[in-house]
């Protein structure tokens, strides 16, 4: 259980995060959304220990996290990648930071990369790839540590639509198969509604928590159903009234 707990936050005078309370449970998945500046990525790099709380806690498994650690993986959205590293070299370097030799850790990852339709590519470097293989390397990386949580900021934001799509799916099947506990934050309503058991909606800064909204629908989503598009509606109206009242 990861349990956020009267979270605040302010760089001097600026109020960024308000009062966040959230329960997440294991293995659930949340979207979260907001308009821009209110906070998601404050919020995250809180819960991943790179950031400080100016107020409040915040616990996985009723301990306080205070730092980086291992039990929590994130992909960015510029993917993160290094430049001067190939591909598989990528994939290992949280396992690296754990203390795993390389050549272990590269079996594991070939392992990975097989499954992910990479292999192929293992000595390739970053540029030579699409935006799509490049973040399906960062998810790997992230994953291949065995985090209990994995923080996503706009994950597939640069991604063209119907990447973006494929890789909604192929994250789910791999969110199957561990059921990591998943924040992932999203401009997308849509990509919102075809993920997410709940979504959370935060206010314009200083950012608090406006609406939650359950989704219990199967998964896979069929993305033009009517209970999708009624949630995406639910979503929508919130997301615009906060943006109106930043306007
Ligand atoms: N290191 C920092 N120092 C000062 N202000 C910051 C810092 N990081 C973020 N901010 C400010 O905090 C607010 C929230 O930023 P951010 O969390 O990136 O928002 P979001 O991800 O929701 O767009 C913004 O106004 C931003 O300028
Ligand atoms: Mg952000």
């Not at 009267?6 to 997440?24: A, F, H």
């Not at 540029?127 to 291949?144: D, P």
């Amino acid at each position: 259980m990861l349990k956020i707990n009267n979270l605040s936050k302010k760089y001097d005078d600026l109020l960024v995060l308000d009062n966040i309370n959230l329960e997440i449970a294991d293995s659930e998945f949340i979207c979260l959304l907001g308009p821009s500046g209110c906070g998601k990525t404050t919020l995250l790099r809180i819960v991943a220990g790179l950031e400080e709380a100016t107020t409040g806690r915040i616990t996985l498994n009723n301990q306080s996290i205070t730092g980086p650690n291992t039990c929590i993986g994130m992909v960015f959205q510029d993917y993160a990648l290094f430049p001067w590293r190939n591909i598989l070299d990528n994939a290992i370097f949280g396992l690296e930071m754990k203390g795993v030799d390389k050549e272990t850790a590269r079996n594991k990852a070939r392992k990975y990369l097989r499954l992910l339709g990479l292999e192929r590519f293992e000595k390739s470097h970053p540029h030579e790839l699409s935006g799509g293989m490049k973040q399906r390397v960062a998810i790997l990386r992230a994953l291949l540590i065995k985090p209990e949580v994995l923080l996503m900021d706009e994950p597939f934001g640069a991604l063209d639509a119907q990447t973006r799509n494929q890789l909604q799916i192929e994250l789910l099947k791999i969110w199957n198969k561990d059921k990591k506990t998943v924040l992932f934050v999203t401009h997308s309503v849509d990509e919102a509604a075809y993920l997410a058991d709940r979504v959370i909606i935060l206010s314009k800064r200083p950012g608090r928590i406006k609406e939650t909204i359950e989704i219990n629908l199967p998964r896979p989503r069929d993305r033009t159903s009517m209970e999708v598009n009624k949630i995406r509606s639910r979503v929508l109206k919130t997301l615009g009234a906060e943006q109106e009242a930043q306007a």
